[in-house]
């Protein structure tokens, strides 16, 4: 099997290319222009994965949301049960940079942390 | 009223003002960030998507997380940041000094002094009149920025079924965030036949989703009194709409991504040249802009493709700042132009016999070119490039050799646009 990806590790996009018998994991990815890229190709390959980013609302009505992120990048096809989880929660601030909002957010051992500090 | 006065204020503090305004504070300048919002970080808290970071803090960050970053440098190495204030007037003193009027929530008006000024103003989006979009003008009409800070910022949804104009990252971002939020996308419109955005993003925010996207079509016209009620998409055939095969997509909201300008208004009270090519200053390997002391970076200067440039260009702003206030004089320098394979470089003045970076922004598309440095007329330095894309910026760096009197780039072996 060959199959063509690009890699979104970073911005640079490399075109990477993965071949293998019948086990992707055993994958052998050209192409990449750094290790990332062939960790990527064989997680896409195999368990799919992105990080999510939303806004959750909060009980300050002057900065009425607040950006939160997974703590790596989660199953992609939990993303929709994910948001519909995410959007349910209401927040209060203090809240700080890196604060665990949810822990193991739907049993996938990956947090919901928040990207700001608010007082 | 109040006076202050400082010796370097920075206007703006997104990652280009905050950066370069921690290390003038760290040389132990009086420096002073000015920007009209509540918080600092500029464009990067409404940006709440990761992808920021990897190459200046090695680690991969959303944009809130890069603008608190680089808010607690500024704020560590001593910098003052004034935010709810808006600069309004810029003024040259006899004395070679600057003066800015600003209105500020705090100290309502007041005057900020200052020996050197750097222009960190970011850009503003081009919208549905700079393309000249027909159609009616209801509601549900917004350029993707603004839609982006009324999700990301304000927290209210734009609409319910969207598309989007123009394939630029802002547009290719917003339409995962639409998407995210329970938007339907109904189509990414692109005029040329490449897509604008870089290539990640039609990756995972277009291709993850199954949204379509549309090159070398364009919106020809706006339907709707109230509200957009649907939009009309028609092919290019030979540069014009071939409205034969033009088509009706329902939708409630149009966003529009179609470039960025850097935002320049106030640096033309100072006398700054501007770059028809950038949008931004002319500004030397220092720069510094055409009027001395007034500096410019980040994207007020040219669009940069990532934030991590932005920082790094200007912390290079700010140790010119350094130099120049230390008494250091500006040196005789080369002109820097390109040839029509590239849209701009910058800076178009360099020095002699010192290794710098040079930022190009491609005409072309290709698989394989090669980026030539003449001096001239002479190839000094040639780099192989395998994909060239007018989305993403190239970087050269390279000493100018010291008898130089003038250096052009250019890019070989491609299709021109």
């Known amino acids: 099997m060959k199959k063509e990806l690009i890699c979104i590790s970073c911005p640079q996009g490399c075109r990477l290319t993965a071949e293998y018998a019948a086990d992707p994991a055993q994958a052998e990815v050209s192409g990449n222009r ?39 990048p989660f199953p992609k096809g939990k993303i929709a049960e994910l948001l519909n989880e995410l959007y349910k929660i209401k927040v209060t601030p203090p809240i700080s940079l890196g604060e665990v909002i949810q822990k193991n957010a739907l049993d996938t051992g990956i947090d919901i942390i928040s990207a700001e500090n608010r007082n | 009223m109040k006076n202050i006065s400082c010796d370097v204020l920075v206007v703006g503090a997104g990652a280009a003002g905050l950066c370069a305004g921690s290390v003038t504070s760290k040389h132990g300048l009086d420096t002073i960030i000015i920007d009209r919002e509540d918080q600092p970080g500029g464009i990067l808290k409404q940006c709440i998507h990761n992808g920021f970071g990897l190459r200046y803090f090695k680690e991969e960050l959303t944009g809130p997380e890069y603008a608190c970053r680089v808010a607690k440098l500024a704020a560590d190495a001593g910098a003052k940041i004034m935010t709810g204030t808006t600069a309004v007037e810029a003024k040259k003193n006899a004395d070679g000094s ?20 750097l222009f960190t103003t970011g850009c ?12 009616t003008r209801p509601a549900g009409v917004f350029t993707a920025g603004a ?10 949804l734009p609409g ?19 998407k995210w939020c329970g938007i339907d996308v109904k189509a990414v419109v692109e005029i040329m036949r490449h897509p604008s955005g870089l290539t990640r993003n039609i990756v995972q925010c277009l291709d993850d989703f199954g949204i379509p996207l549309y090159l070398g079509h364009s919106v020809t016209n706006i339907y709707g009194k109230e509200r957009v009620e649907a939009v009309d998409i028609t092919p290019l055939a030979d540069g014009k709409p071939d409205f ?84 250091a004089k ?23 016999g010192e290794k710098q970076s040079f930022y190009f922004r491609p005409l072309i598309v290709a698989n394989k070119a090669t980026l030539e440095a003449r001096a001239d ?8 490039i395998p994909f060239v894309r007018p989305a993403e910026m190239l970087e050269f760096e390279l000493e100018i050799p010291a008898e130089c009197k003038e250096m052009e780039f250019a890019l070989t072996g491609g299709e021109l646009l």
């Open chain 2, 377 to 384: 007329g002479k190839i000094i330095k040639k780099r192989l």
């Open chain 2, 330 to 352: 500006n040196s005789d320098k080369v002109p820097v132009t390109v040839e029509k394979t590239l849209k701009y470089v910058v800076p178009t003045q360099a020095t002699r």
């Open chain 2, 98 to 117: 600057f003066t800015f009027k600003v209105f500020s929530q705090k100290e309502k008006v007041c005057y900020i002094s200052s020996k050197a000024v």
């Open chain 2, 244 to 327: 034969s095969k033009t088509f009706k997509v329902d939708c409630d909201t149009l966003l529009f991504s179609v470039g960025l300008v850097p935002e320049v208004e106030l640096a033309k009270q100072l006398e700054v040249k501007i770059n028809p090519a950038t949008g931004g200053a002319f500004v030397d390997d220092d720069y510094e802009t055409t009027t001395p002391m007034v500096f410019a970076s980040g994207n007020g200067l040219h669009v940069h493709d990532l934030v991590d440039f932005v920082s790094e260009e200007s912390e290079r702003a700010a140790g010119s700042i350094c130099r120049r206030l230390s008494g």
């Open chain 2, 147 to 156: 839609a982006q800070k009324l999700l990301n910022i304000s927290g209210y």
């Open chain 1, 34 to 72: 750094c290790p990332r890229g062939k960790t990527y190709a064989i997680t896409e390959l195999t368990d799919p994965r992105r990080v999510v980013t939303a806004v959750v609302p909060t009980t300050d009505s002057a900065r009425p949301v607040l950006p939160v992120r997974t703590s790596e």
């Open chain 2, 160 to 178: 319910k079924c969207a598309v989007i104009v123009g394939s630029g990252d802002i547009g290719l971002i917003m339409a995962r965030r639409l």
């Open chain 2, 124 to 135: 503003r989006e081009r919208t549905r009149g700079n393309i000249i979009t027909p159609g």
